[in-house]
Nanobody
Framework: QVTVVESGGGLVHAGDSLTLSCAADGPTSALGWFRQTPGKEREFVGALMWNGMRTYWPETGSGRFMLSGNNAVNMVWLQMNNLKSEDSARYYC???????????????????WGQGTQVTVSS
């Protein structure tokens, strides 16, 4: 059992930057970020695989977001720049324990999820 905890959400203005933190209390192979708004499917934001410190982004690319992480403490940070109202969502961090080749863009390939942190961008 791995507990995943997100933090750093809040209310910001359009154009601001915000960094979300994700901490896992056990060993993982990757930590990923998703976001979701009411009535919509969970959307892949980005992921960091510890093996090789590789980052994965949606097919549209990283855009205004950056990922960093520290394997020693099982934490990743999602830096979001020039935030827009459409970035408003609940952001979830998830842990994958799969050491094999996995499609990290799919939420089904994650084993444990946090409760999420709300990001609201006012225009």
């Amino acid at each position: 059992q791995v507990t995943v905890v997100e933090s750093g959400g809040g209310l910001v203005h359009a154009g601001d930057s915000l960094t979300l933190s994700c901490a896992a209390d056990g060993p993982t192979s990757a930590l990923g970020w998703f976001r979701q708004t009411p009535g919509k499917e969970r959307e892949f934001v980005g992921a960091l695989m510890w093996n090789g410190m590789r980052t994965y982004w949606p097919e549209t690319g990283s855009g205004r977001f950056m990922l960093s992480g520290n394997n020693a403490v099982n934490m990743v940070w999602l830096q979001m720049n020039n935030l827009k109202s459409e970035d408003s969502a609940r952001y979830y961090c998830a842990a994958s324990l799969n050491d094999g080749i996995v499609q990290l863009r799919l939420p089904t390939n994650y084993n444990y999820w946090g409760q999420g942190t709300q990001v609201t961008v006012s225009s």
